[in-house]
């Protein structure tokens, strides 16, 4: 998927910059701060070390876009033009862990994440399983 960064050069956006927008858009909607998002991304091993230098890129240009009008639409279909459908799940499971771990499971965070799910195509069932094994990882047993 490609964004028009300036009318001579599109900007590509890899399966990593799609998921980085996922997470960037969580986090416009109050889900975690900017700090939380970081410490995330460094820690999780899916995401590549060039990861935060990507961030900063990403993250003015994403809420800008979502801060318009069907803004937060665009920025969806764009997110769901970068994911194939081995990477579907797996994309999902990381804006799920990152809600679980950050949020608080309220009506507009599950809202979102139902939202992002039929954005890129997948099922409700599976939408569950994911969103349940989430919420078991954030769980302290302490």
Do not use: H, W
């Not at 050069?9 to 858009?25: F, H, I, R, T, Y």
Request: hydrophobic residues 50%.
């Amino acid at each position: 998927m490609t964004i028009e960064k300036t009318a001579a050069k599109p900007m590509e956006l890899s399966l990593q910059d799609g998921a980085l927008a996922a997470l960037v858009l969580a986090r416009a909607m109050g889900v975690g701060n900017r700090d939380q998002l970081s410490q995330f991304i460094e820690q999780t091993p899916a995401l590549s070390p060039e990861a935060l230098d990507r961030l900063r890129f990403l993250d003015p240009l994403i809420c800008d876009m979502a801060a318009a009008t069907d803004g937060f639409d665009t920025v969806l279909d764009i997110i769901s033009a970068t994911v194939s459908a081995p990477t579907i799940a797996p994309i999902y499971s990381l804006l799920a862990d990152y809600i679980a771990l950050y949020g608080k499971a309220s009506p507009e965070e599950m809202r979102f994440l139902q939202r992002f799910g039929e954005a890129i195509g997948i099922d409700r069932l599976t939408r569950a399983a994911l969103d349940c094994a989430a919420q078991a990882r954030a769980t302290s047993l302490i």
